[in-house]
């Protein structure tokens, strides 16, 4: 059945579709209530932060410039609303951002409406994401040794998760996780040449903890492997 407007001011338009969704309520009260939480900037910042580091009450108070127990309360509420979540460790206990869509959603959100409802307090020195990711970029070649994920990478560089990954591809026509696996295997075919170098400690040398992982990734990129490669070259 449907759903025409007491006044239809010459538009003839089909409100059904429009009617049937201010009909579910609950859907509103949950958008409102998040929107609720996030109207206190003090409850703000702290999120803000938790999108870019895990950090203690102690460290946050101290970014915050409030006292540990106001922190503790904010903390409670964004917990609770399921906006971030917490780990143990010994006595300390660390707080980040929850990995759910809407969290990262609410990231990207607030970076933008940063941007553009306050233009004038944006320090001027402060790089564009495509800068960023370059620097991203510099780092990952200097330690392709090591495993460094996404979410490490967003809180060292302080940018969106989703951000880095829509500009790295940008910038660089591919994926980060498949770029850097370009560099890997490239460094990988250059250390085969040594033959005073291990299959073993190449593996460690290109990010893998396991060397049959290695010979996998290896094989799957230039279609021989690793032994056989160091044989033909």
Known sequence: MSFILPHDHGRKENMTAIYKELSEGSNFLLVSHIFKILSDSSRLKILWVLFHREECVINLSALTAMSSPAVSHHLGILKDAGLIESRRCGKEVY?????????????????????????????????????????????????????????????????????????????????????????????AASMLNDKDKSLSEISRAVGFTSQSRFSEAFRKHFGISPKDYRKTH
Do not use: W
């Open 95 to 187: 707080y980040k951002a929850s990995d759910t869509e809407i969290s990262r959603l609410l990231h990207k959100k607030t970076e933008e409406m940063l941007e553009i409802a306050c233009p004038s307090e944006k320090n001027p020195s402060e790089k564009a994401p495509d800068e960023i990711v370059k620097d991203v970029h510099e780092y990952l070649l200097l330690h392709l040794d090591e495993r460094i994920t996404i979410d490490s990478l967003s809180r060292m560089f302080l940018i969106n998760k989703t951000t880095l990954k829509e500009s790295f591809k940008r910038v660089y026509g591919t994926s980060l996780a498949s770029h850097i696996n370009l560099h890997r295997m490239e460094k």
